[in-house]
């Protein structure tokens, strides 16, 4: 229809392994998923932003990019506090052209990504261990906070990251 008004930039891989036994190839793939597509889309939309006035861009990070993380998992973790990054980078960039870059940090959600998790109860007690609210988001929970970010509520904020984290990054 000749124009965009909205960005939701949502992808997510990872290579759930220590560090010294990831391959380049799988390292690259995470970063291509999780960070370079998300720059990719962002740069695509941009024009046709600028064109219409202005526009919203919510990335989709991780607490994980803001945090050390609780199990080996360099390469998702480095893609994400990339997409941190990048999302401060492109609202100093495009505020001028009213366009508005921010993105959401989610703790884990039950989704296909982080099945491994939930379907272990080893791993899911010491990740409820860093939830203080003792209860994580679910997909509704990140997609109200998506929709604030894209609403006029939120015409005055650009750059910010928004963690939907149940209180695991005030530990």
Same mark, same amino acid.
């Given at each position: 229809f000749g124009g965009i008004d909205i960005l939701i930039n949502n992808a997510g891989r $990872? =290579? +759930?392994?220590?560090? *010294? @036994?990831?391959?380049? @190839?799988?390292?690259? @793939?995470?970063m291509n998923v999780n960070l370079t597509a998300t720059f990719i889309c962002s740069r695509t939309a941009q024009p046709y932003m600028k064109a219409r006035g202005g526009g919203s861009i919510v %990335?989709?990070?991780?607490?994980?990019?803001l945090s050390g993380g609780l199990f080996p998992n360099a390469s998702y973790? !480095?893609?994400k506090g990339g997409v941190v990054n990048l999302t401060r980078? /492109?609202? /100093?960039?495009? $505020?001028? @052209? %009213?366009? +508005?870059? %921010?993105?959401v940090a989610p703790t884990y959600v039950s989704t296909e990504l *982080?099945?491994?998790?939930?379907s272990n109860p080893d791993l899911l007690s010491t990740v409820m261990q860093h939830t203080p609210l003792g209860r994580l988001p679910d997909a509704d929970d990140v997609a109200a =906070?998506? /929709?604030?970010?894209?609403? !006029?509520? =939120? +015409?005055c904020i650009t750059g910010v990251v928004l963690p939907i984290d149940s209180g695991y990054l005030a530990r």
């Amino acid at each position: 229809f000749g124009g965009i008004d909205i960005l939701i930039n949502n992808a997510g891989r $990872a =290579a +759930r392994k220590p560090a *010294t @036994d990831l391959g380049l @190839d799988e390292w690259q @793939d995470v970063m291509n998923v999780n960070l370079t597509a998300t720059f990719i889309c962002s740069r695509t939309a941009q024009p046709y932003m600028k064109a219409r006035g202005g526009g919203s861009i919510v %990335n989709v990070a991780s607490i994980m990019g803001l945090s050390g993380g609780l199990f080996p998992n360099a390469s998702y973790q !480095a893609s994400k506090g990339g997409v941190v990054n990048l999302t401060r980078a /492109l609202a /100093l960039e495009w $505020a001028s @052209d %009213n366009i +508005r870059v %921010n993105a959401v940090a989610p703790t884990y959600v039950s989704t296909e990504l *982080t099945a491994p998790v939930f379907s272990n109860p080893d791993l899911l007690s010491t990740v409820m261990q860093h939830t203080p609210l003792g209860r994580l988001p679910d997909a509704d929970d990140v997609a109200a =906070a998506i /929709l604030f970010l894209c609403s !006029a509520a =939120a +015409r005055c904020i650009t750059g910010v990251v928004l963690p939907i984290d149940s209180g695991y990054l005030a530990r």
